[in-house]
Every structure is written in structure tokens, then in C-alpha cells.
């Protein structure tokens, strides 16, 4: 997308932090975490748990556990 010169939304980087989960390839879910708060798409709710789910398969449980902690809004399937 980038590449293209396409700026990803609150709506694409689930299931880019999705992608990255599947094939357990934490750096490039750390680079995207990156893009992301540039972007300003950090405290969405979907993006957060997004984020949460792609560390924690990744086995950063302590990055999942920091992004959860400033997770403005949290409900049962965060």
C-alpha cells in the first residue's frame, strides 16, 4: 500500500497485525505497531485488540499486556 503511495486506515491494519499473527512474524507486526500510532489509528478499539492478539501469538506477552493496559475502552472480547 504504501509503496502505491496508499495511506492504510483503522480498517486495514487488523488484518494486516492478523497476517503478521498467522506467520508469527513479530517484527514486521512491531513495524506496523509503528505505522500505526504515526497514523493515529492507535486507539481504536479493533485495532488495539488487533495488536493485543498479533503480540501475544507472537509470545510477547509483555507488549501484549502494555497495549492492553492503555486500551481506552476494554470489553469481553478484549
Do not use: W
Amino acid at each position: 500500500m504504501l509503496g502505491k503511495g496508499l495511506k492504510p486506515d483503522k480498517f486495514a491494519f487488523p488484518f494486516a497485525l492478523k497476517s503478521c499473527a498467522g506467520l508469527s512474524d513479530l517484527q514486521r507486526g512491531k513495524v506496523i505497531h509503528q505505522h500505526l500510532v504515526c497514523c493515529g489509528c492507535s486507539n481504536d478499539l479493533f485495532v488495539d485488540a488487533a495488536l493485543v492478539d498479533m503480540y501475544a501469538k507472537c509470545g510477547d506477552i509483555e507488549s501484549a499486556r502494555l497495549v492492553f493496559d492503555k486500551m481506552a475502552v476494554r470489553d469481553l472480547v478484549s
